[in-house]
């Protein structure tokens, strides 16, 4: 993709460089170009031509005296001694007393630098600048402020574009989108049995899942002009500007029809219009304008807006309604299989071993966006290089995940021993409670060596496939499994420690869901207690209940925790040798794998 144009600057940003350019070299170069022709003598040697009448003009300033040859053929300087009889000695010696002498050396030069030289910048300035705003789509650009215009970047296709091949997973997504390209090639194929193309389309999704990447990509397939601009962009310090940027950028885009004009981070401005007080007016004027401007054209013309967010529920219902944006493509976070072409596609960047294995490295990073997953690609690359090697390999891959989960092995942090034992009957704990419930997956690394995420050790366990629904009992175990490293300090050491606080906000996070929202309580049935805020973002709910029912909802969550938790102790306690060995063994190991814990539980 080639940037045909950049953002500019104001036309009077480069009138000021001029006139600091004319500046300049009237202050320092012609002064400095002139003293250059000055020849430098001793007071002796003035005086010596002062007596054979050999002075042109002479011009005595304050701190030198300045004079010429009888011919005016050299300029020479010296320095002003205490000579009372100086003045009447030059006097008889025929010398012309002259103030212009540096500056009548040469009147030709002089004139060259401080005028002609600076006009010629000038011009070749003015004409250069002519061509890039003749190239600005319809030259309607010569004011000398561009305010309130779009500051669009104009993409079209070139062969070092990002395509869709680029874009891995998300099938449907490219589906989707390919039709719209296709749809822009020939459009006479949908016009013939009277399909209109979406005006608008929203590609919603959380971050770092490919969305400003697969509209690039869409940049780089279809043959037409492709606006990109962010909804930041629009808001500006003064009301109205941003209206008028759209204004400007719709206009350009019909006059370049057909093309996409894609709009990222729209939640910017296509927020909500809720009307309060003190609301942002800048904001709505923009939102007002891109309704309006939606509107205004037809679905044939050829401009096909595209949007993305991660935010998509608080956007404007007015903007989401058919005939804007209504079409909805979901960018989700990838499943198995697309994690292994996202980690596929990116390692092709990097040179990789031959016998790496990326579907193992796709389900050790369950969850992980493709951001991330380009991410641990990259650091795998770095990490090699960090060990001399001259290319990744399946263990640079495997630390990766943990430096981009985790954070950074924390080599020298210091940890007592006893600490470390806590810590590793904290690990084993969460292992074997998860291995000896038979829904729980299996444990893939455990491992006890800090982590700059502040992180002591953890437990890393591996889907075996993809999982789309849970199942109460599996809800259950997961929780039981998460309360089991502070059930095994507590069996094993006899006292609790700090370490269990991430576990602690996660098992009550998953009991509460399970209540409020997925209907697995003892006696609400189906009823939702909570919403869900914003979907992409991490999902925060807030409640929908009376406050007698959130009491009962908060009672639940404890015991439902609390019956976890006494089944997770209930395990460490039947399996207590187990625990003690594979705690020791981790103690000493620091890391093992899955098949060495799985080994010592069942030997
Ligand atoms: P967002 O959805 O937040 O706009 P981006 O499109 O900016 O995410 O993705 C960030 C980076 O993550 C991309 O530049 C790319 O390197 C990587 N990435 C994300 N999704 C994919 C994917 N499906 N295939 C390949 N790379 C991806
Ligand atoms: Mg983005
Ligand atoms: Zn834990």
């Known amino acids: ?70 011919d005016n053929t050299q300029i020479y300087k010296t320095g002003l001694m205490d000579d009372p009889g100086l003045i009447d ?48 789509a319809g030259g309607q650009n010569s004011m000398m402020f561009n305010m309130g215009k779009s500051n669009a970047k104009v993409y079209v296709k070139s062969s070092d574009g990002i395509k869709f091949s680029d874009v891995a997973g998300e099938d449907e997504a490219k589906e989707n989108l390919a039709e719209i390209v296709d749809y822009l090639h020939n459009p006479g194929k949908y016009t013939e049995i009277g399909a209109s193309m979406p005006k608008g389309i929203l590609l919603v999704g959380p971050p770092g899942t490919g969305k400003t990447l697969l509209a690039k990509a869409v940049a780089g397939e279809a043959n037409v002009p492709f606006f990109s601009m962010s909804g930041s962009e629009f808001v500006e310090m003064f009301v109205g500007m941003g209206a008028s940027k759209v204004r400007d ?63 998509p529920e608080t956007l404007d219902p007015a903007l989401t309604r058919p005939g804007r944006f209504d079409r909805r493509v979901p960018v989700e976070l990838p499943d198995l299989k697309g994690r292994e ?71 020298n942090a210091i940890m007592t021993d006893k600490e470390k034992m806590i810590v590793a009957y904290h690990e084993i704990g969460h292992a074997l409670v998860a291995a000896r419930q038979t829904d729980s997956a299996p444990v893939q690394k455990i491992t006890i060596v800090p982590r700059t995420s502040g992180a002591l050790g953890y437990t890393m366990q591996v889907e075996e496939g993809n999982h789309y629904l849970m199942s109460k009992e599996e809800m259950e175990n997961k929780i039981a499994t998460v309360t089991g490293g502070r059930a ?101 190991n620091e890391t093992i794998t899955g098949e060495e814990f799985m080994n010592i539980l069942n030997s």
Request: net charge negative; proline share 2%; charged share 25%.
């Open 1 to 70: 993709m080639n940037e045909v144009q950049k953002p500019k600057k104001p036309l009077i940003f480069y009138y000021g460089i001029v006139l600091l350019v004319i500046l300049l070299f009237n202050l320092i170069a012609v002064p400095w170009m002139a003293e250059r022709q000055i020849k430098e003598v001793d007071y002796g040697t003035f005086m010596a031509m002062t007596e054979e009448n050999n002075i042109g003009r002479v011009n005595v300033q304050n701190n030198r005296i300045v004079f010429t040859d009888k």
């Open 89 to 136: 000695r030059l006097h008889n010696s025929d010398a012309v007393f002259s103030s212009e002498i540096i500056e009548e050396t040469s009147p030709f030069l002089s004139f060259l630098l401080t005028w002609i030289l600076p006009m010629v910048i000038f011009i070749g300035l003015g004409q250069f600048m002519t061509k890039q705003l003749m190239r600005k």
């Open 249 to 311: 950028l719709f206009k350009q885009a019909k006059e370049k029809a057909p093309c996409i004009v894609f709009i990222d981070e729209i939640d910017a401005i296509g927020g909500k219009r809720d009307g309060r007080a003190g609301g942002n007016d800048e904001r709505e004027q923009t939102l007002n304008q891109l309704l309006t401007e939606m509107d205004g054209f037809e679905g044939d013309t050829g401009v096909i807006i595209l949007a993305a967010t991660n935010r």
């Open 341 to 411: 072409e996202i980690l596929k596609v990116h390692a092709k960047k990097i040179k990789v071993a031959a016998d790496v294995d990326f579907g193992h490295i796709a389900r050790m990073a369950s969850g992980a966006s493709g951001a991330e997953l380009a991410n641990i690609v990259n650091e795998a690359a770095l990490r090699a290089v960090r060990s001399g090697r001259k290319e990744a390999t399946q263990d640079d891959l495997e630390e990766s995940i943990e430096v981009v989960i985790a954070g950074y092995q924390k080599k």
């Open 488 to 588: 095994a300090e507590e069996v094993a050491i006899g006292s609790v420690t700090t370490g269990a606080s991430n576990d602690i906000e996660q098992a009550t996070r998953i009991a509460r869901a399970m209540i409020t929202r997925y209907g697995m309580s003892e006696d609400f049935g189906m009823v939702a207690l909570e919403t869900v805020t914003n979907q992409y973002l991490g999902g925060d709910a807030s409640l929908t209940c009376s406050p007698e029912t959130a009491r009962e909802i908060d009672r639940q969550v404890v015991s439902l925790v609390k019956k976890q938790y006494e089944k997770a102790k209930r395990i460490i306690t039947e399996n207590k040798d187990k625990l003690d060995e594979l705690a020791r063994h981790l103690y000493r």
